[in-house]
RNA sequence: GCUCCCUUCGUCUAGUGGCCUAGGACACCGCCCUCUCAAGGCGGGAACACGAGUUCGAGUCUCGUAGGGAGCGCCA
């Protein structure tokens, strides 16, 4: 049987770092064994679903490259269905009509906490046969078994034995005519024919339930994997509040899809020492079985590291659209200053973002903004830095060809012939062409700027000197 | 309260009874390289939550304790 898994988010938000991290474990372990990927969406709580957050969504992985084999399916286009299959338990049954109100239910579970008991529903229309009668507060509810147990093996928490008298009737369709998520999910896998069902492990306490409804229908089950939590930096749940953004965030940011998908398949997951993937290699590797049962933090800090890894790796071409994108965010017009695929090998060694890349690269496409008071201080005032200038004003006029190496060994003559060490004669070019002590070797930054711009630059900043 | 789950360096992890004087990576510290900043190279400190038991032998198996988490909805 081939197999078939499926991402079900419900559209209540973004596309958040614990989702992405599922969906990513779906999609791999349905490419793992050429099998198909669902994408469905929950979206029975009419309440706080929104067309924004399913956007949201579907941005969110279209960016990682999650693509979808099927779907998106929508809950709420299979009502029928739900209402279909709840009438065939009704009729076997194996649910019944309730009527409690909702402030009953309350009571109920005020008196059995009050008892120190789980707080559940009573069963008390399981039995009684009463007709049917149409109340606005009519719910369906299932037939759990009473006595037994359900014993499920978990493929990353392992054997789980749950005792039926732990579960109550829950309930399975609401009395606004909304099946209830239990039920839904389990109709949909059904008829999804999903083989594996991956998610977050607080569904763990719902499986017992939903394995019942499947036996009830007499219906194969399906395997589970539930995934530990992502944990904040801090060892906290991550929430609004607290750190929790959507994975388009990281976009802005400054991160690579790939790089995001890196560190999130390393967040529970291991194949020895490896810690780099190719979206290849993690097809071919992963296996849902090697999933770690415990929570993981997220670290900001190894996905940085991990991001400048693909920025210094990646084929600088590809990255050059998306340095493009961040430049354009931030203002900057990349046809005014040097190819961005240039760029790239510049900076690549030196940050860990493109967002901090695109804010490095302005010194290429933007006039100097803002003058290093000390910089021009120290290495535009000092007693070699008029002579330093005025000889790479006039190299520079004369090179042959723009490009690093020949720059470079202008700016060796320079050093030799006044005899001066690389740093006294680096650094007086390094201000004027930048404003600051920092940027790339001398030779890229120069060549970077362009012969015209580098020589008035230099000009400019030969006028600081000299006035100095 | 009840049920279920989790527990190896600061963090992510390797480890499936002897190969472990517990390995790697990030982070941190030091040295080297060096035109700045980085990157890179080399080196360093740093962990099996605790207690019993099983066994010739336990990070690895069992039980308990502690700590953490999830769930107990007409939310998903």
């Known amino acids: 049987m081939s197999v078939r898994t499926r991402f079900a988010p419900s559209p209540t938000g973004f596309l958040h770092i614990g989702g992405a991290r599922t969906a990513l ?272 933090r997220f670290d900001m800090a190894k996905l940085g590291w991990l991001n400048q890894q693909y920025l210094k790796n990646e084929d600088p071409a590809r990255i050059a659209p998306e340095l493009e994108w961040h430049l354009r965010r931030i203002g900057i017009d990349p046809s005014t200053g040097p190819a961005p695929a240039e760029v790239v090998p510049a900076l690549c060694d030196r940050v860990q973002t493109l967002k901090d890349m695109a804010e490095r690269a302005r010194v290429w496409y933007a006039p100097i903004a803002e003058w290093d008071d000390k910089a021009v201080a120290k290495h535009l005032k000092s007693a070699t830095a008029s002579a330093v200038l005025e000889a790479a004003r006039d190299g520079l006029r004369t090179l042959d060809a723009w490009q690093p190496e020949p720059i470079h060994e202008l700016v060796q003559r320079i050093a030799e012939r006044l005899e001066l060490g690389m740093g006294k004669v680096a650094q007086p070019l390094r201000v004027a062409l930048t404003g600051t002590q920092v940027s790339p070797s001398i030779d890229h930054t120069i060549y970077l700027a362009g012969r015209d711009e580098a020589i008035r630059r230099v000009e400019h900043a030969l006028a600081i000197s000299r006035a100095g």
């Open 25 to 296: 474990y779906c999609w791999l372990e349905a490419r793992h064994h050429g099998g198909s990927f669902v994408l469905r969406v929950e979206d029975t709580d009419r309440e706080r679903s929104t067309d924004e957050a399913v956007q949201a969504i579907l941005d969110g992985m279209r960016w990682l490259g999650l693509d979808a084999d099927e779907g998106p399916f929508y809950q709420t286009e299979r009502l029928d269905r739900y209402r279909e299959v709840a009438e065939q338990l009704l009729a076997a049954g194996k649910a019944y009509y309730a009527y409690e109100t909702p402030q009953e239910i309350d009571a109920m579970r005020e008196a059995a906490r009050a008892k120190g008991e789980k707080p559940r529903y009573n069963g008390y229309y399981r039995d009684r046969n009463e007709p049917y009668r149409d109340d606005p507060h009519r719910v369906i509810r299932f037939k759990n078994p009473q006595s037994g147990s359900v014993v499920f093996h978990d493929k990353v928490k392992g054997r789980i034995e749950w005792s039926n008298t732990e579960l109550d009737d829950f309930v399975l369709f609401r009395s606004d005519g909304f099946p209830t998520y239990n039920f839904a999910v389990v109709v949909d896998d059904l008829d999804m024919g999903i083989t594996e069902v991956i998610r977050g492990d607080d569904h763990v306490n719902n499986t017992p339930r939903q394995i019942n409804v499947y036996e009830a229908l007499g219906a194969p089950v399906p395997t589970f994997a539930h995934l530990p939590m992502i944990l904040g930096e801090d060892g906290q749940k991550l929430s609004k509040r607290h750190g929790a953004v959507g994975v388009m965030q990281y976009r802005e940011d400054g991160y690579l899809p790939h790089a995001l998908l890196n560190y999130l398949v390393r967040l529970g997951w291991s194949h020895g020492d490896q810690e780099i993937f190719s979206i290849e290699e993690m097809v071919r590797l992963f296996d849902i079985a090697d999933v770690n049962a415990s929570a993981a």
